[in-house]
């Protein structure tokens, strides 16, 4: 049974939040109109209420699919070999893109730092538009802490 933990606070808030700035890529499920599900893995920032922020074509096909169903699935991991070491963060939420122009700069700022190279894509970025996913359900697990250690919030 996985412990619920109130949002925003504890140990293993911190430990998501220590988890996530050093990994890269995120794999988000969308489904398209017909209920066809896809995955894509993309490049990501987030901030300090678990939300995450991605840069993609808007002719894309997971973009396409969040006009017509923003609702998605993130998983975020390593790449472990021993189930020891397995730490993950598995979450529902709603995926839009920023239109607020200082959330825009904010995130923007903080992806320019995780990911420098962007810079090497001026075409790409011109064309490229901020999006953000929004969690309602997040699973932490930790195998470092025991087999099967987990916590879960609800965010909505």
Same mark, same amino acid.
């Given at each position: 049974m996985a412990e619920v933990a109130p949002p925003h606070t504890g140990e293993a808030w911190e430990a998501v939040l220590r988890f996530l700035s050093q990994r890269s890529t995120l794999t988000m499920a969308t489904a398209d109109e017909s209920g066809r599900p896809y995955a894509a893995s993309l490049y990501f920032v987030h901030d300090e209420r678990l939300r995450l922020y991605f840069l993609s074509s808007p002719e894309s096909r997971h973009v396409?699919?969040?006009?017509?169903?923003? *609702?998605?699935? /993130?998983t975020i991991h390593g790449e472990p070999w021993d189930w020891k070491t397995i730490q993950g963060l598995q979450l529902t939420g709603i995926a839009d893109p /920023?239109?607020?122009?200082? *959330?825009? *700069?904010r995130?923007?700022?903080?992806?320019r730092a995780k990911f420098p190279f962007i810079q090497e894509l001026p075409q790409a970025l011109?064309?490229?538009?901020?999006?953000?996913?929004?969690?309602?359900w997040v699973r932490w697990i930790d195998n470092t802490r025991g087999f099967g250690y987990r916590v879960e919030w609800r965010l909505e």
């Open positions: 396409r699919h969040l006009t017509a169903r923003p *609702e998605v699935a /993130v /920023v239109e607020d122009p200082e *959330e825009r *700069e995130m923007m700022i903080r992806y011109a064309h490229a538009r901020l999006y953000r996913v929004t969690p309602r």
